[in-house]
């Protein structure tokens, strides 16, 4: 069976407040997991005064076969990465897309947009060389051993 290119996950969220009285509160992307589909709606985790975290769901992973190098260089990084690109949306950050291409995150950060990107959990890992094991052929790749000729 062919690997699935699309993935629902959920974005974790966190608000820290600023030790400045006059500077802006700190968002960003901090964790992605497989969205389970359990949670319908944006999720507060913990809240309080000085950091704030919220599960949202809703996103996918969606792999293109012109991003195949991406995937790869972000696959064999040794911190392979979600990006997660969001918008400040009713005072609350809010994600609006997420990538596992190096090269779509490079774009993401180069936009002047807002992006994070977070650690790729184990999960999401193996869905990914999965995926590629399936679809791409690496560069210059070695002879493969047990042919003659």
Known sequence: MAAQARLPIAVLMQR???????????????AVVPDSGS????TMLTTSPERDTY????????????EHDGYYENCIAPEAKVFVLWRM????????????SYAEG????????????VTMPAEIQSWLADYL????????RGRRRGHHG
């Open 16 to 30: 820290r407040a600023s030790q400045h009285i006059w500077a802006d509160d700190t968002w960003e992307a901090v």
């Open 39 to 42: 949670t319908p709606a944006i």
């Open 55 to 66: 599960l949202v769901p809703g996103l996918e992973l969606q792999l293109h076969r012109d």
């Open 89 to 100: 949306q009713d005072g609350r950050a809010i994600p609006v897309k997420a990538s596992v």
């Open 106 to 117: 490079t774009r993401m950060f180069d936009s002047g947009e807002r992006a994070d990107g």
């Open 133 to 140: 094991a399936h679809n791409y052929e690496p560069p210059e």
